[in-house]
């Protein structure tokens, strides 16, 4: 029996899913296309991308426990798509993949991925010529709630005002764990201008790019503090961008 916190958590990525598009400038053609999903979690954009008429669909993940849901979810709920989607537990550095796409995606899920060079070498080198990659994620580490709650740090930005090792000695005496860093989190803790580094120095051709894409009513704040230049790395809440591998 399907978890009912993990179908809310599907449900609400259903939701998510036309946000995701529309702050990329729209769903492309994906008919009859391969993809990869980068970061699949519940396997909700997998789901979509299949009803928009991809013709095979593999998604990724390194959490075991969502994958367990997503293919469960599938075979129950969505039996039309079984031979469409393909879910993984597979390291995108570590792990053979023999299939080449015509589409990579990856929603949420580049503010927790670690060595993202390499990362994006891989992706690149997975797309077929004139590939593209359509990429959305935060909040980034250096915004507010950049840690996702994980630090303990509840008020916004306290994260950045205390040294990584206070932080980690405080984690580790209140949940009794025995983590060594911040990225032990599952964060990542790149900088925007990190992103932008790695983003302009990839094989890639940067075909769209926008930070702060947001309904939040404060959103539009963030986005003005956001062009003054020394508080554009503090308030800036996420990254979209497309990402094309060249004929």
């Not at 580490?141 to 630090?151: E, I, L, P, V």
């Not at 964060?187 to 939040?216: A, G, P, Q, R, V």
Request: aromatic letters at 14%.
């Amino acid at each position: 029996m399907l978890n009912k916190q993990d179908i809310n958590y599907f449900n609400y990525g259903k939701i998510e899913n036309e946000k995701f598009w529309r702050r990329l400038g729209g769903k492309p053609n994906l008919e009859g296309k391969k993809v990869l999903d980068f970061g699949c979690g519940h396997g909700a954009l997998c789901l979509d991308i299949a009803q928009s008429g991809a013709k095979f669909i593999h998604g990724i993940d390194l959490e075991a426990n969502l994958l367990k849901f997503a293919k469960e979810n599938i075979k129950e709920n969505f039996q039309n798509f079984t031979q469409n989607i393909k879910f993984q537990n597979l390291d995108i550095l570590k792990d053979k993949i023999n299939e080449k796409f015509d589409f990579i995606v990856s929603k949420d899920t580049f503010e927790h991925t670690q060595n993202l060079p390499k990362v994006l070498l891989k992706m690149y080198d997975l797309l077929n010529k004139g590939g593209k990659a359509y990429i959305g994620f935060g909040p980034l580490y250096n915004f507010y709630n950049g840690d996702h709650g994980r630090t303990n740090m509840y008020l916004p930005w306290f994260h950045l005002l205390f040294s990584e090792k206070f932080i980690i000695d405080r984690i580790n005496k209140k949940d009794n764990l025995s983590i060594k860093r911040i990225e032990d989190l599952g964060l990542s803790k790149y900088s925007l201008k990190d992103y932008e580094l790695f983003f302009n120095n990839s094989n890639f051709k940067i075909k769209y790019y926008n930070t702060n894409e947001s309904d939040h009513p404060l959103s539009l704040i963030f986005n003005i503090l956001s062009k003054l230049k020394f508080l554009r790395e503090y308030c800036t809440y996420n990254i979209y961008c497309i990402l094309e591998k060249s004929i």
